[in-house]
């Protein structure tokens, strides 16, 4: 499915993706070889989406950082997730997609139809 089919399906659902980290030194391509990690401002992407109600961390690593940089006092639902990665083999496709299903309910009602509307 080409990048653009796979953004349009995202946005259809309310599903909006966020990197945790803005920056950082990495030897290698492996989350725990991150160093002078710079994160992104999580606390103004929720101040300025009121309607947001869960966010789901792709992997140990991103909700690490994610927690720290959100803080304990949210109303929000912080799911930790399974990383994506295939390099992430301790779990299966099938344990993976069952531990994501976590995150249905909040996709279920959308309060905001605009992409459907044109708006």
């Known amino acids: 499915m080409e990048y653009d089919a796979r953004l349009a399906i995202l946005l259809d659902h309310g599903i909006g993706l966020w990197d945790v980290v803005k920056s950082g030194r990495r030897e290698g391509s492996l989350d725990t070889a991150l160093r002078e990690v710079e ?22 690593t991103a909700a690490r ?9 949210t109303p929000l639902a912080l799911i930790d997730l399974p990383s ?5 083999a301790a779990m299966s496709l099938a ?5 994501w ?3 249905r309910p909040f996709l279920t009602e959308r309060k905001d139809s605009s992409r459907e509307t044109g708006a």
Do not use: M, Q, V, W
Request: glycine fraction near 14%.
């Open 101 to 103: 299903l976590a995150l």
């Open 95 to 99: 344990e993976k997609t069952a531990r």
């Open 39 to 60: 994160g992104n401002p999580l606390a103004d992407l929720i101040a300025d989406l009121p309607d947001l109600a869960a966010i789901g961390f792709n992997g140990g």
């Open 65 to 73: 950082i994610g927690r720290r940089l959100i803080g304990t006092d």
């Open 84 to 88: 994506s990665s295939p390099a992430f």
